[in-house]
C-alpha cells in the first residue's frame, strides 16, 4: 500500500490530508494539556467546562466544530474556533509537502514531524509563555537521529570541509551517512551557542534576561533540523519578525516598555519557512549583492 504514495496522487493527498486532521486533533490534546502536566492520553476528549467525554461524531476534526456550531451539546457553552483551525492547518501541512516534496518520503515526513513540533511551540508559547522541555530536547533528538535518512545536506560543503576537525573529514566523503549527522551536531551546538551567547551578553548589558533557557533548547532542535547555516539565518529572520510585530503593536497600544514578546513563536514561523524554502534562501544569502546591481 505504501508504494502508492511513493509519487504524488489525488488520492494519496486526500488520504494524507485526512491523516493530518487526525494529528492535528491529536496535536491540540498536546497543546492544551502539556503546560498543564496533564496525561495526553487519558482521559480522552471531554468538555472543557461540564466534562462531559465526546463521543466519536463529536470528536471528527475540523467539521464537529460546525456541526455543534462550537458549543458543547450538553452544557451549552463555547470553545475556542482555535481547535478546528489546529487541525485544518496540520492537514494542509501534510498535504503540501506530500505535494511539495512529491510524495511520502523521508523529506515529507521528517518535514511533518519539524511542523508538528514546531506549531505546539507556536502555541505553548503564545498561551503560557514557556517552550516545553519534552518537546525541545525531544525533538532534538528526533531531528539529529532523522537526518541520516534525508538527503545530504549542504551546509558544511558550501563552505569547504575545513568546518570539520581534520580526523573527521578525512573519514568522510559527501556522500556518507554520517554528513547529516554532523551537520545536526553542528546545529545543535551553534545554534545553543548563538541564543546563550545573547542570553550572556544581553543580561550584561540590560540587566535583565534577554534570553530565555526554553529559546535556547528550542535553538537547539531548529538547529538538529536545518543544520547550522539556516539555523543561525532562520534566527536572524525571528529576530526581525518579531521586531516588527513588537513595533506594530507599540503603535496600535501607544506603550513605550519594555514588554517581552513569545520569541518562540517567531522562531517557529522562520524556521519551518527555512525548511520548505532553504535553497532559495541560502542561494539568496550567498548571491545577494547581486540582486542590487
Known sequence: MLEEFTYFSLTGAVIIFIYGALIGSFLNVVIYR????RSIVFPGSACGTCGTPLSWWENIPIFSYFILGGRCRTC?????????FVELITAL???GLYYYFDGLNAVSVYGFIFYCLLLVVFFTDIDHWIILDSVSIGGTAVGLIGSVFIPLRSDLSIFGFELLPSFVSASLSEDSL?????SSLYGIVLSAGFFWAIQVVGGWIIRQEA???????LAAMIGAFLG?????????MSFVLGAAVALIMMLVSGKRGRDPIPLGTFMSICAFCCFIWKDEIINFVL?????FY
Open 287 to 291: 548571491n545577494w549583492p547581486s540582486y
Open 211 to 217: 534570553m530565555g533557557t526554553g529559546d535556547i533548547k
Open 93 to 95: 501541512a501534510a498535504a
Open 34 to 37: 502539556l503546560p498543564l502536566e
Open 178 to 182: 554520517w554528513f547529516n549527522v554532523i
Open 76 to 84: 451549552g457553552s463555547s470553545y475556542s474556533i482555535r481547535y478546528a
Open 228 to 236: 547550522w547555516h539556516l539555523g543561525i539565518i532562520s534566527f536572524l
